[in-house]
C-alpha cells in the first residue's frame, strides 16, 4: 500500500540525513529535512508532519530541547530520537520528555522500518479512538441527560420510543431549556445515528441568508455568491436536521420548507435542478405554534406537517428535583474545564440555587455555575460566588410575635443583619452587599425579624 505520510528528518550530519532520505522514500514516505533542532522547531511551528525522526546531539540546538519545543507546540506529533550508543542516558532522558521511541546508531534499518510502522498504525488507531469517542459521546444516553423528575422521565421515555421512527418532531420549551440537547438525543438513538447531525438557528439569520443556508446557492445567486454552496438540507442527507426557532420564519419561507418537506427534494438559489434529500426534519420553538397558526402568523399545513410528534420540555421551575442534580454536574464539568477543585455548595448556596426560578433555565443555571467557579476562593461555592439576581424567598414575611422562641440559628442570623445594618449606617444596599444576599432576600428578612422599622 503506498504511504502518504511525511516524515520530518532531524540530522546536523548531511550524509546521514541523505542517506534517511533515500530510504523512506523507498518505504513510500514523503520526506523534509533539517540540519538542526531549531530548523525543526521552525519547519513543526509552519507545516504539519506525521513524524519527526531527530538526532540527539547538534550543534546549535540539540535533539532534546528541540523535543521539548515540538511537544509543547504539537504534544501528540510523534517524535522518534536516534543515539549513539554512549549516550543511552540521553535516550532514556528523551522519552521522559515525550518521545515516541530511540533507536540506537549505527541504525538497524528493519528495527526503524518497524518502529516507523508502529508509530504510523498507533497514530490511526489514536485518531479512530478519538473519533469513535466523539461519536459515541454524541449518542443518546439517558445517563448524559440529567434528570430524574417525573417530567423529564415522561419525556425521555417518549424520546426513547420516537427516536427510531422517521416522523418529524417538534420540541416546544422555553429558551435554555435544552431543546438541542434532545433534537440530538433523538438523531443519535436513530438509525440515522451514522449520518450528519445539521443544525440552524432560524432567528439568527435575515430571511435571504436563511434561504441561502437551508437551501444553498449557486454561483452568481446573489451579490457575494462567488461559488456554489451546498445548504443545510444536502448536508444533512441521510441524517438529521435540527432547524431551531422555526417559529421566527417568514412567510414566505414557510411556503418553501413546506415545499422541501413534502417534496423531498431542494432546489438551490439561483439554481433550475432539483435534487433530492433524505432528511429527518427536527423542529423547536419557544413560542406556542398552535396559538401563531390560529393567529394566522404561522401556516396551518406546515405546523402540522412538523408536529407529527410533539414534546414539551419543561422549565427548571417545573422540575425543581432535578436542579440540585445538574448544580452538581455542572460543577463537576465547569470545575475540571477551570482547573478548580471544588468539593461542594455551602447550605446557603444549594438553597439560593432550589429557591431561585432561573428564567434563563439551564442556560442560566450553567452560567451561574460557572462564574461561581471562576470566583470561588474556598472548596465549596458560596452565594456570594453565585451572584444569583433577584433571589426568590419563600420564607415567611410575618414578623415573629412576643411568644415565639426563635431557634439557635435565627437568633444568630438575626443579630448577624442587625450588625451589618449598624455598619452601614442603616443603608440596606450596603448590608446586603456586606451579607452577600440580594436586596430583596434582605427585605424579606427584615420583615420576618421585625426589623424593617
Known sequence: MIQTHTILVVDDDAAHRTMLHALLREWGYRVVEADDGATAIEAVRKRFFDMVLMDVRMLRVSGLQALENIQAFNPALPVIIMTAYSSIESAVEALQKGAYDYLTKPLDFEKLKFTIQRAMEHLALREENRTLKETLGR?????????????????????????????????????????????????????????????????????????????????????????????????????????????????????????????????????ETARPVDVRVICATNKDLQQLTAAGTFREDLYYRLNVVGLHLPPLRGRKQDVPLLAQHFLETLGAKNNKRLKGYTPRAMDAIVRHDWPGNVRELMNAVERGVVLAQTEYLDLADLRISDEPIDEPAQMPTAGQDLGLLERAEMDTISAALRTTGGNKTQAARQLGITRKTLHNKLKKYGLDG
Request: glycine share 12%; charged share 25%; proline share 2%.
Open 139 to 271: 449518542q443518546f444516553d439517558r445517563r448524559q441527560i440529567i434528570g430524574s423528575s417525573p417530567a423529564m422521565v415522561r419525556l425521555l421515555d417518549t424520546v426513547a420510543r420516537v427516536a427510531p421512527s422517521e416522523a418529524t418532531v417538534l420540541i416546544h420549551g422555553e429558551s435554555g431549556t435544552g431543546k438541542e440537547l434532545i433534537a440530538g438525543a433523538i438523531h443519535f438513538n436513530s438509525h440515522r445515528k451514522q449520518g450528519p447531525f445539521v443544525g440552524i438557528n432560524c432567528a439568527a439569520l435575515t430571511e435571504t441568508l436563511l434561504e441561502s443556508e437551508l437551501f444553498g446557492h449557486e454561483r452568481g445567486a446573489f451579490t457575494g455568491a462567488e461559488r456554489r454552496k451546498d445548504g443545510c438540507f444536502q448536508r444533512a442527507h441521510g441524517g438529521s436536521l435540527f432547524l431551531d426557532e422555526v417559529s421566527e420564519m417568514s412567510s414566505t419561507m414557510q411556503a418553501k420548507l413546506l415545499r422541501v418537506i413534502q417534496e423531498r427534494e431542494v432546489t438551490r438559489v439561483g439554481g
